[in-house]
């Protein structure tokens, strides 16, 4: 599996970036496709991820209705719009693919990813939000 992220750029607070990712090199319609992002000093985070079959998605609390994750099934692109963007958005954020990692519950309503159950990453693509 071959994972191709881009989109990273520099914006100020309030503004938008699309972050893309091209998958290559298998079927991937038993997968799960997931953004984590990493900031500086910091371990890396799950941001959001999709199930390429059912297109169910999940969210960490903080980006909820901020961040939008969508599939594109016929370019086996995934894609995370990012609006309202915040300067403790910054990271480096990378996306992931593996065949059905294990779904975890917050205990507040919300369900995440571990990165570590993530066996296929892209090269990452550096965000950045001024204040």
């Known amino acids: 599996v071959q994972l191709q992220a881009s989109g990273g750029g520099l914006v100020q607070a309030g503004g938008s970036l699309r972050l893309s990712c091209a998958a290559s090199?298998?079927?991937?319609?038993?997968?799960?496709m997931g953004w984590f992002r990493q900031a500086p000093g910091k371990e890396r985070e799950f941001v959001a991820a999709?199930?390429?079959?059912?297109?169910?998605?999940y969210y960490v609390d903080s980006v909820k209705g901020r961040f939008t994750i969508s599939r594109d099934n016929a370019k086996n692109t995934v894609h995370l719009q990012m609006n309202s963007l915040k300067p403790e958005d910054t990271a480096v954020y990378y996306c992931?693919?593996?065949?059905?990692?294990?779904?975890?519950?917050?205990?507040?309503?919300?369900?995440?990813?571990?990165?570590?159950?993530?066996?296929?990453w892209g090269q990452g693509t550096l965000v950045t939000v001024s204040s």
């Open positions: 992931a693919s593996e065949y059905g990692p294990p779904l975890h519950y917050s205990g507040s309503g919300s369900y995440y990813y571990w990165a570590a159950d993530f066996g296929s």
């Open positions: 090199g298998r079927t991937f319609s038993s997968y799960i």
């Open positions: 999709i199930s390429w079959s059912t297109g169910t998605t």
